[in-house]
């Protein structure tokens, strides 16, 4: 065969990889930061080194991007959001997203604005977004991200939607979920995080879902990234004839939603196959309409990328009842063990294990036990009565709560939790929701939605909350005695709103905000808009009229403005009547009466110090490194108190140079620890706080790293993205 034949078949090839396969195979960490997680099996780790130990003390600001939006004073429905992105950088450009989630280009090596692309007014419902996604092939170059439920395809080089995806450049997600259904799901709830991973031309994606009993299904879903159009849906509460539909009662598919996959996606490219985590079935706290072990909630997951068919499932909890989701995307990494290389799945937790799973067999790599837990639930509740207890690694927060576990900053804070703790049963973390009430830990981590980093020495890094919550449950019927002698907003408050912020209004701490005061912070307006879009973990209430919305913000300015009158009265107990929802959904017996953080007198956790720590775990043995607090409270180490690490949202990474980066705590810092010994090497002051997962990359020979800097969480906002250099 002669040279020009050769070269054209060489030419063919190429065309066809690009026609198939697109062009992902350069997305590789080092240079950029290329991915959600920094590569596709979400390590979060960089090969750069010019920032090191050695040298990381002289990392200066190299420039700063303001996101948010300019307030409007004329316009009294603005209000502030935070950022929980983690950027990516392709070619020497960063993309990220803002605080009320438009898209932007950025010259990564200045922070100049190259392009700023606008969601379709009114698509808008203002959920967090934590990364974005990308893909090219030949020219055709685009970002993949969503905003509330429609997933949009931007054109890199313009700006502007690729009008050929979907429905003139977005689509719906939540097509697919009606699948097999006789009912509507179109008004509920729908919104994606976290990114989706791409397979060639393969996006797959999960969703987050409300976590009540109007949840919508929580499938698995993979499209075509250049049509837009659905590819496949896995059923993760499987329909008839699907493997794990007995472990539900008959026809659960049909009422029932949750299982969903909230924090993110990671793929082997050589196997073709996707990773993911799943969280609990709806409700949370109880479920008396799911007797079962309810497959596939709370499970870690391995699909086909490409068919969307199951390879295996690990199940960490059966018949979820204290809403322990998976958190963190699963990190795949290859580690030695018992002097064999294994390739395995990472999967870190809320209630704080690490689970080390066989990649190909999905079978832990350390010994697990199966141990009998207390089954005295709810009336008509079916715990299940074994769950899993891994014995390597040793888990990295509490699992109960005793009395010598109480907080000793001082005396005073001691006696006041004390008082509570002996409200409460606290005797076993698989202790059922009850009337009385229970301490648990494992609802705000363990471990978060921000992530751990691996290096290539078999090190875990992972950032740890250690905050006990009390639970205590009510029936409904007694609450919908309450909603009868309400005035009619009072009534929509308690159906919709109360679950989560209290019969108070109090809330649960920075979860769920205190609302007592709200007239102060929002107009009407702006509280109604906020609950038709939704906002952080709150759900879209799209169902809700406008004129019921109103009610609802009318009575939060209100509280006791006046008496229910007759027709608000006929118009409240018309409420109970409702409360069973005419679509998708079901009404619990039982919701959750007070749900809060056990904290003392001044706020600050119930527990001995830390409250927060950065973990270093060989996953080869099981065994920790080191372990340090993450975080201060400054007030309390002027005190003479020993730094006690607070809450962090927002993960780590690591890097050659011997680095661990991490901002996402209260304090407002943003840290670098040395991995080897956990000791802080350099720490800079934020604008605001960092709640979210910093990135690394070179352009021209210089390192750079970035963190977004939105603030929120119940404190001041902000809107940056800051990038750091030597």
Request: hydrophobic share 35%; proline share 6%.
């Given at each position: ?70 307030p ?22 960063l ?49 993949l ?17 690729v ?25 509920l ?23 009540a009993?109007?949840a ?117 990494t ?12 990472v ?15 999905g ?10 837990v ?12 074994l769950?899993k ?6 888990s ?11 907080t ?26 009850s ?64 679950s ?6 109090k ?9 007592e ?76 009466k ?51 690490g ?12 011997g ?20 000791k ?47």
């Amino acid at each position: 065969m002669n040279r020009k034949k050769l070269l054209l078949l060489a030419v063919f090839y190429v065309l066809l990889v690009f026609a198939f396969t697109g062009s992902n195979l350069i997305l590789k960490t080092g240079k950029d930061w290329p991915v959600y997680g920094g590569n596709k099996a979400g390590n979060r780790y960089s090969p750069l080194d010019q920032i090191n130990t050695g040298n990381v003390t002289k990392l200066k600001v190299a420039w700063m991007y303001n996101a948010a939006e300019k307030p409007d004073l004329s316009n009294p429905t603005q209000s502030v959001k935070a950022i929980q992105c983690q950027p990516i950088v392709v070619n020497g450009v960063l993309y990220g997203t803002t605080p009320e989630l438009k898209l932007f280009a950025l010259d990564a090596a200045t922070g100049r604005e190259i392009w700023l692309f606008k969601p379709v007014r009114g698509e808008e419902r203002f959920n967090s977004s934590r990364g974005v996604m990308y893909w090219e092939r030949g020219s055709d170059k685009r970002i993949l991200y969503t905003v509330g439920s429609s997933l949009y395809a931007v054109n890199i080089q313009t700006g502007k939607v690729v009008t050929s995806f979907g429905n003139n450049g977005l689509v719906d997600l939540h097509e697919g979920l009606s699948d097999g259904l006789d009912t509507d799901v179109s008004s509920l709830s729908v919104s994606a995080t976290s990114p989706g991973v791409i397979h060639k031309n393969t996006l797959v994606i999960g969703s987050s879902v409300s976590e009540a009993g109007d949840a919508a299904p929580g499938y698995i879903r993979a499209f075509d990234v250049i049509s837009g159009k659905l590819k496949w849906v896995f059923h993760t509460i499987p329909h008839p004839g699907e493997f794990g539909y007995d472990s539900w009662p008959k026809d659960a598919y049909k009422k029932i939603g949750g299982a969903n996959s909230w924090s993110g996606i990671v793929l082997d490219e050589k196997r073709g196959v996707v990773y993911f985590g799943t969280g609990s079935p709806s409700s949370d706290f109880y479920g008396g309409d799911r007797k079962g072990r309810n497959l596939f909630a709370n499970s870690i997951m391995a699909l086909d990328a490409e068919s969307g068919k199951m390879k295996w499932y690990y199940q960490t909890i059966a018949h979820d009842l204290w809403d322990r989701d998976h958190p963190t995307p699963p990190n795949l990494t290859t580690i030695k063990h018992n002097g064999k290389m294994r390739d395995v799945v990472v999967q870190a937790t809320k209630d704080g294990q690490v689970y080390v799973l066989d990649r190909d067999k999905g079978i832990s790599i350390f010994p697990v036990e199966e141990r009998a837990v207390p089954v005295d639930g709810l009336p008509g509740e079916f715990p299940w009565p074994l769950q899993k207890f891994p014995l390597k690694p040793a888990s990295f927060s509490h699992q109960t709560l005793t009395e010598n576990d109480l907080t000793d900053i001082s005396p005073e804070s001691n006696a006041f939790v004390k008082d509570l703790f002996k409200k409460y049963r606290t005797d076993n973390k698989f202790a059922p929701p009850s009337v009385q009430g229970t301490l648990l830990f494992g609802y705000s981590g363990g471990a978060e939605w921000g992530g751990n980093a691996i290096d290539p020495e078999d090190i875990l890094y992972q950032n740890s909350n250690d905050e006990p919550w009390i639970l205590e449950m009510l029936d409904t019927l007694s609450r919908n005695k309450l909603i009868a002698s309400a005035s009619y907003g009072n009534a929509l408050y308690l159906t919709n709103c109360a679950s989560c912020h209290g019969q108070d209004r109090k809330g649960n701490g920075t979860q769920f905000p205190d609302l007592e005061r709200i007239e102060q912070k929002l107009s009407i307006s702006q509280i109604s808009n906020t609950i038709k879009s939704g906002v952080g973990r709150m759900p879209s209430f799209q169902q809700l009229s406008e004129s019921d919305r109103v009610a609802i913000a009318d009575y939060l300015h209100n509280p006791r403005s006046a008496r229910p009158t007759q027709q608000e009265s006929e118009h409240a107990e018309n409420l109970t009547k409702k409360s069973k929802p005419k679509q998708f959904g079901f009404q619990p017996a039982y919701i959750p009466k007070v749900w809060k953080k056990l904290v003392d007198q001044n706020g600050y956790p119930g527990t001995k110090p830390p409250w927060g720590t950065l973990n270093a775990i060989n996953l080869g043995t099981g065994e920790y490194l080191w372990r340090v607090p993450l975080g201060e409270y400054p007030e309390l180490t002027k005190k003479g108190i020993p730094i006690t690490g607070t809450e962090s949202y927002g993960g780590p990474i690591a890097t050659a140079g011997g680095l661990v980066f991490i901002a996402g705590t209260k304090d407002e810092r943003i840290r670098a620890f040395d991995k080897k010994t956990g000791k802080v090497l350099w720490e800079y002051q934020l604008p605001a706080g960092g709640f979210a997962t910093p990135i690394t990359y070179s352009i021209d020979g210089k390192q750079y790293v970035v963190i977004a800097a939105g603030g929120a969480r119940g404190q001041k906002p902000g809107g940056n993205y800051i990038a750091f250099s030597l």
